[in-house]
C-alpha cells in the first residue's frame, strides 16, 4: 500500500481530513519536548482531531532514539489502552518519526500511523521510505522496521524558524534527489536558495514537492532496500567518509554537509568514468560551494578516508568500493566498483573545484 | 512473498538444501537452553550449514519470551556482526520461533529466517503466519510485528519425546484447523489418536501437514488479521475464560484443553444458531471427551465467564459477545453477535454432552 503524501499549509485542518477518512480511530499524538512545546499548542487550536487526542513525549535529540526511550513509549501505549484500530501521529523531526513509526509498526503487532514532520530534513528523508528504528548498542539504526505511514503530511510552516545548519542539512538531500530525477529539477533546487535571509519558506514548497515525489518513487519500487533504492546512496560513501574521520579528529561536521561535498566527489567520479556532463558538475560543485562552504582536505588524509569508505563489507573488495554514481541527471547507476586511485583522483579534482 | 512449507523427517539434509537455494548465506542458529542440549547435538552431525552456523541460546520457557533475552538477541547478532544477508534458523517451540522471528524482523530492519519449530504446537500454530513478538508489560504478545520466515520445516521426529500435554495442547490447535477444511480432513483428525501408547509421532506427518496448509492458507490471505484470519479464533472466545478463570482460581488448565473445550462450545452455538450438524457436533464432542477428559462447570460460574469473555472490548457490546462460528465444516462465520443467554445456553448443553 503506498503511502498518501499531502502537501499543504493548513496542517490542522489537514490532520482532521486524515482522520475523518480514516473512520475517526482514537488518536495517539506523539511529539518530542521541543515539538511539544512550540508546535503543538498551534496544532491544537487547527486540529480538532489533535485537542482531543492523547499525548506522549519522548526527549528531544538522537542521542534520545534508544531502546530506554521505545519502551517508555510502548508502555505508555499500553496505559492508554492503544488497540490496532488506534492512529498514531507522529510530530517532530527524524527521532520522533523514527522511533514512533517503530513503536507504532510493533505494538500489538502494528498500528496505523501519520507522520507530520516539523523539520526539513524529516520531511524530505526520514519520514518518506518507511524507514523505522533505533540506536542500538551504539550504532545507529541498527534495530528498526520498514514500515510505511498511512500518509506523511508536508508542511513549510515549521522550516521558518530553524536554524541555518538544519535547512542546509535537508538541503543536501533535496540537492541528491533532484540529481537523481531530471534537468528541470535539478535546475529548480539550483535556482533557489537554502540560506538566510533570502531562504523563504513558503517558497519552499513546490520545491520540496518534486524532492519528496522523487524519493517516493524510488523507494516504493524498492521498499527493501535489495535494488534501486541504493541510488539514494549517491554522494554518501565519500560523505559518510569526511564525517567519520572530521569525528575522529573531534571537529564533527553536520550530516548534510558531508553529503553536499560527498556528492560533489561522486560527480567527479560520475564523470571521469561514466562521462556525467561538466557543466552540470561545475554548476552544482558551484552552488554547493557558495552554501556549505569547502571542506578542507590534504593528501595525507587519503588513506584514512579510503579505510573507512572499505569499512562497510559488502560495498568492498580489497582494490575497490562500490559507489552508485550517475551517467546522466536522472540515470544513476549503482554498485560501480572503482579502484582507489580512481578515488584519490576525484578526491584531487575536489579540491581543485574548491579552490583548495 | 509465500514461505516455503517443508515436511520431511530428514531435518538437516532440508536445512542443508534450503541453504544452498538462498545462495549459502551465513547462518545463525536460535535455539533455547532445552533445545541447545537435545537437538542440536543431532542437527549438527546432520547439517553443514548447522555444524559451521554461530549459535545463540536464549532461556526456555514462555516466561523468558522477554524484552531482556531480545535484547541479548540483538546484541550477540550485533558481535555476530550479523548483515542483511544473514539467515538466522530459529530451532525451537513457540518461544524461539516467535522471539527469533521478531529478533530477524527488527535486526538491521530485516533479516531472513527460516523455522525448525520442535514441539507441535510451534509446528501447527506459532510457525505459521507469521506472528512473531513477545509478551510486554505483562500482556502476551503486545510488541512483535507480521513476518513470515522464508521457510518452516515441519517434522515429527522430535514429538516423541514430548508429554502427553504439549501433545494434547497442539492437537487442539490441530482439531479447529480441521474443522475450518474439510469432512475429510475432520475424519482424519478424530481418527488419530493423540494420546500415548497408541500415539505415533511418524503417522502424524501427513495429518499435519494437511493442519498446517490450512492455517497457511487462511493466514496468506489475510496476514494481517484484517477479516478472514479470525476464523482461527474458533474456540478461542469460551476457551480463554476457560483458561483465564482456572487460572484465577489457582487450578490453572493449559492452552490447548481450554482450546478444545471452547471449540466444544462453540460447536454447539453454531449447532443453535447457524444449523451446524447435531452429528457431526457429537462426535467432536465425544473426540475431546475421550482424549481431553471434561471441564467441570457450574451455573454460579457463568457470570464471571461472561465477564472475562467481554474483556476484548472490541468484541463486545454490553448486550452480545461475538464469536467465530461454523455453518458447517469447511464454513466458518466470523464476527457472529450472540446474546449472553444463548452463551448460558451454550454451556448448559455443552455441560451435558460431557456428562456433568
Redesign the interface.
Known amino acids: 500500500m503506498e503511502q498518501q503524501l499531502i502537501f499543504t499549509n493548513m496542517v490542522g485542518g489537514a490532520i482532521d481530513t486524515l482522520v475523518e477518512s480514516l473512520g475517526n480511530p482514537d488518536c495517539i499524538v506523539l511529539t518530542d519536548t521541543n515539538t511539544d512545546q512550540f508546535v503543538l499548542p498551534i496544532l491544537v487550536n487547527d486540529s480538532k482531531s489533535v485537542a482531543q487526542a492523547r499525548r506522549i513525549v519522548v526527549k528531544s535529540g538522537d542521542t534520545n532514539k534508544t531502546?530506554d526511550e521505545l519502551?517508555a513509549v510502548?508502555?505508555r501505549l499500553?496505559e492508554h489502552e492503544a488497540?490496532?484500530?488506534t492512529l498514531i501521529i507522529n510530530v517532530g523531526g527524524g527521532v520522533v518519526t523514527d522511533l514512533g513509526g517503530f513503536a507504532a509498526?510493533?505494538?500489538?503487532?502494528?498500528l496505523r500511523c501519520i507522520n507530520v514532520p516539523t523539520t526539513l530534513l524529516a520531511a524530505v528523508d526520514a519520514s518518506i521510505g518507511g524507514?523505522?528504528?533505533i540506536n542500538?548498542?551504539g550504532?545507529k539504526?541498527?534495530?528498526?522496521?520498514?514500515t510505511e505511514p498511512v500518509a506523511t503530511i508536508i508542511s513549510t510552516v515549521y522550516f521558518n524558524t530553524l536554524p541555518q545548519q538544519e535547512i542546509l542539512s535537508g538541503y543536501a538531500e533535496m540537492l541528491k534527489h533532484a540529481l537523481l530525477e531530471d534537468e528541470k529539477t535539478l535546475g529548480d533546487v539550483l535556482k533557489f536558495s537554502p540560506v538566510y535571509p533570502s531562504f523563504n519558506s513558503e517558497a519552499l514548497l513546490p520545491v520540496i514537492r518534486e524532492s519528496i515525489i522523487t524519493k517516493q518513487r524510488i523507494c516504493e519500487t524498492d521498499l527493501?532496500?535489495a535494488g534501486i533504492r541504493k541510488a539514494l546512496n549517491l554522494g554518501h560513501t565519500i560523505g559518510h567518509a569526511f564525517e567519520a574521520l572530521a569525528m575522529k579528529r573531534q571537529s564533527p561536521i553536520p550530516h548534510g554537509y558531508a553529503v553536499a561535498w560527498g556528492t560533489v566527489c561522486a560527480l567527479v567520479l560520475s564523470n571521469m568514468l561514466l562521462g556525467f556532463p561538466s557543466e552540470t558538475l561545475h554548476s552544482f560543485s558551484d552552488f554547493v560551494r557558495t552554501n556549505f562552504g569547502v571542506h578542507a582536505l590534504s593528501c595525507s588524509d587519503y588513506p584514512e578516508l579510503l579505510g573507512l569508505m572499505r569499512q562497510d563489507?559488502?560495498n568492498a573488495t580489497p582494490d575497490t568500493i562500490s559507489f552508485t554514481l550517475l551517467e546522466s541527471v536522472g540515470h544513476p547507476r549503482i554498485d560501480c566498483a572503482v579502484t582507489d586511485d580512481k578515488i584519490k583522483a576525484a578526491l584531487d579534482i575536489y579540491r581543485d573545484l574548491s579552490g583548495q
Open positions: 531502546l519502551t510502548w508502555k499500553a488497540t490496532r484500530r509498526a510493533t505494538f500489538k503487532r502494528g524507514k523505522t528504528g542500538f548498542n550504532v539504526n541498527l534495530v528498526g522496521s520498514f527493501k532496500e563489507k559488502k
